[in-house]
């Protein structure tokens, strides 16, 4: 058996302490890139510096340097693409450069490099002082050596096993029980009616209709989405029902899903009423919509999975209903765009799970308060 052969001279050993405390102190993740030897790439993209890349390799000209910059440049454009960022603020340390390289040349508004030497450097350099200033503390370690490396190594390895097991979590399939609950209602709501001559009996009494929601019926503002004007109508509806709903419950569980379902379904409703007073309104489009826009929001956080698909997939699909609402006759674009946007507020309210922080999560249901709010104020109090 052959002796695997350790080398933590000081370069080293400082790379190790600087990827421990960015991915297990500060929740950085390691990107996996084609053409980046010697270097590490982090991301994290809820801090100022979006990205974090430790390079190892020396460089000791300024034509070396300006090609580094130029590699950075081509691979943050491509981060950009699959992450949907307009900008990452990118954090460069360098930890192997020659006396001749001026750092300042490759400085831009979304590049900030720093040099560092030994640890001495840590507690010393401005921009981690201000950015990170546990740095310091966080990085003295009792162990040296062989031992350092096993320590980080380990707490590495557990920390990334423990982020694999929440996106395992997240994206593993479930049964959508409550997607399929809200498509038999639907249909039971269509199809009961029907079979017992009733349908515009039905239709009459709970659909959504300003001026009888005005007079109380507010049962209304829930009960119109449930309803649909004809088989083709009920058809699409549960069809993007199905194919949305089946993911979105799958990753953000049953009773977010509910939420966000309901939530929509109710300023989709609101909105319908606001644009259009005297016009009754049916269709659960209203409440699909917001789950689209709850579905981007969820994507936006898990971008690093979903980026390619929210980016090709999901924005255009919302701007090409949204483009056809307003040239279509008969389709209520007011509770499409009501729903849409109550979808993204209510989504910020519930959190994205093991994303959202409680001050997110907070202020997103404020806002989703004083969204209704504004609905219901301009709906019943407002003599414009």
């Known amino acids: 058996?052959?002796?695997v052969v350790i080398n933590m001279d000081e370069?080293?050993?400082?790379?190790?302490?600087?990827?421990?405390?960015?991915?297990?102190?500060k929740g950085y993740t390691p990107i996996i890139l084609q053409?980046?030897?010697?270097?590490?790439?982090l991301e994290n993209l809820d801090e100022d510096y979006k990205i974090v890349r430790i390079v190892m390799n020396y460089i000791h000209n300024e034509e070396q340097y300006k090609f580094d910059v130029f590699k950075t440049k081509r691979i943050l454009k491509k981060i950009k693409a699959k992450t949907l960022s307009f900008k990452l603020n990118t954090l460069s340390i360098f930890l192997d450069l020659g006396s001749s390289v001026d750092l300042e040349e490759g400085k831009t508004k979304e590049v900030t490099p720093i040099e560092l030497k030994e640890d001495k450097d840590l507690q010393k350099n401005k921009v981690l002082k201000e950015n990170y200033p546990d740095l310091p503390k966080k990085t003295k370690y009792s162990?040296?050596?062989?031992?350092?490396?096993?320590?980080?190594?380990?707490?590495?390895?557990?920390?990334?096993?423990?982020?694999?097991e929440k996106t395992n979590r997240v994206f593993s399939p479930k049964k959508p029980v409550v997607t399929y609950a809200l498509i038999i209602l639907c249909v039971l709501a269509y199809f009961v009616p029907l079979l017992l001559g009733k349908e515009n009996a039905i239709l009459n009494q709970f659909a959504v209709y300003g001026p009888f929601i005005k007079m109380g019926q507010y049962y209304r503002l829930l009960t119109g989405a449930f309803l649909h004007g004809n088989i083709l109508h009920l058809f699409f509806n549960m069809y993007a029902l199905w194919i949305i709903g089946i993911q979105l419950e799958s990753f953000i569980g049953k009773w977010?899903?509910?939420?966000?379902?309901?939530?929509?379904?109710?300023?989709?409703?609101?909105?319908?009423?606001?644009?259009?007073?005297?016009?009754?309104?049916?269709?659960?489009?209203?409440?699909?919509?917001?789950?689209?826009?709850?579905?981007?929001?969820?994507?936006?956080?898990?971008?690093?999975?979903?980026?390619?698909?929210?980016?090709?997939?999901?924005?255009p699909i919302i701007v090409l209903n949204l483009l056809l609402g307003f040239l279509m006759t008969g389709v209520d674009n007011a509770a499409h765009i009501g729903g849409l946007i109550g979808g993204v507020l209510i989504m910020i309210g519930v959190g994205v799970p093991y994303k959202s922080s409680s001050f997110e999560k907070t202020n997103g249901k404020v806002v989703s308060l004083l969204y209704l709010a504004f609905l219901i104020f301009m709906v019943f109090f407002f003599k414009g």
């Open 256 to 315: 977010r899903f509910l939420v966000v379902y309901l939530f929509s379904a109710i300023t989709a409703s609101l909105m319908s009423i606001l644009i259009h007073p005297s016009t009754a309104s049916i269709g659960a489009s209203g409440a699909i919509f917001g789950l689209l826009g709850a579905l981007v929001y969820f994507g936006y956080h898990y971008r690093i999975y979903l980026g390619n698909v929210i980016r090709s997939q999901i924005i």
């Open 1 to 3: 058996m052959n002796d």
């Open 143 to 164: 162990e040296d050596g062989v031992e350092l490396f096993m320590k980080i190594t380990n707490d590495i390895n557990k920390h990334n096993i423990s982020d694999q």
């Open 11 to 25: 370069k080293n050993t400082l790379a190790m302490k600087l990827l421990h405390y960015f991915i297990t102190e």
């Open 35 to 41: 053409g980046a030897d010697d270097e590490i790439w």
